[in-house]
């Protein structure tokens, strides 16, 4: 990784995480096609899981596209923390100057979260706090948002800590919970904002990783 992000014209590459659809990291391939997504490139993308339809995604896009599976055969803690070290070089190796979790159900753990301190987001498809946490991931998340009797939800991107859905957060964007809505309805209506969030969290974390540098060349 590149410590100082490089002036103004250069372009920022990162990696994308994905474990499913792909939707959001879709977003990202079609904002960076039609420059909506400035400097940012998506350079790497990695999923946790066989079969994902992100990875068909990232090679129509021609993107590397990774499928790095935890190993079984470890505990969880020695898998998590094997599976990340593994990311982690594959996103050293890509050169990527941050990590965007899309979809992304695998934990992160060790090394990584040092290395890459602030420059690891996720989406959320809550209003974190709210909602957030080991298990709260896709339909469950609406499911509970319903049960719960909530009338606004919405989607967070947030940087990545040592926590689950616990980091500070960047952006958030709401929308209502209608009388009628199922889970399915929920989600859609979400997901069609997650998709704007997660251009404007990357756009959001580039130009912090700017203003960073900028701070550091001047001290
Ligand atoms: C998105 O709704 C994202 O917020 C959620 O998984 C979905 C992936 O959709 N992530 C989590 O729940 C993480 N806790 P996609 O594969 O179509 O982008």
């Not at 094997?82 to 050169?95: G, H, K, P, T, Y």
């Not at 290395?115 to 896709?138: A, D, V």
Request: hydrophobic letters at 40%.
């Amino acid at each position: 990784m590149n410590r100082a992000i490089a002036g103004s014209g250069a372009v920022v590459p990162f990696a994308v995480l994905v474990s499913g659809n792909g939707t959001n990291l879709q977003a990202l391939l079609d904002a960076e096609r039609s420059g909506r997504l400035g400097r940012g490139q998506v350079a790497l993308v990695i999923s946790d899981r066989r079969g994902a339809y992100a990875l068909e995604r990232a090679r129509l896009a021609g993107k590397k596209a990774l499928l790095i599976e935890p190993d079984q055969n470890l505990p969880k803690e020695a898998r998590r923390r094997d599976l990340s070290d593994r990311i982690q070089a594959a996103v050293r190796e890509a050169q990527a100057e941050f990590i965007v979790l899309a979809g992304f159900l695998s934990i992160l753990q060790g090394s990584i979260l040092d290395t890459y301190r602030e420059r690891i987001i996720n989406i959320h498809p809550s209003l974190l706090p709210k909602f957030g946490g080991p298990g709260m991931y896709g339909e469950r998340v609406h499911q509970a948002v319903l049960a719960a009797g909530e009338t606004v939800s919405g989607c967070t991107v947030h940087i990545v800590d040592q926590g689950t859905d616990t980091g500070p957060i960047l952006l958030q964007r709401t929308v209502p919970v209608l009388p009628k809505d199922t889970t399915e309805s929920l989600a859609e209506r979400i997901h069609h904002e997650e998709h704007i969030a997660i251009v404007d969290g990357v756009l959001e974390l580039i130009s912090r990783l700017g203003n960073m540098d900028n701070r550091r060349a001047f001290s």
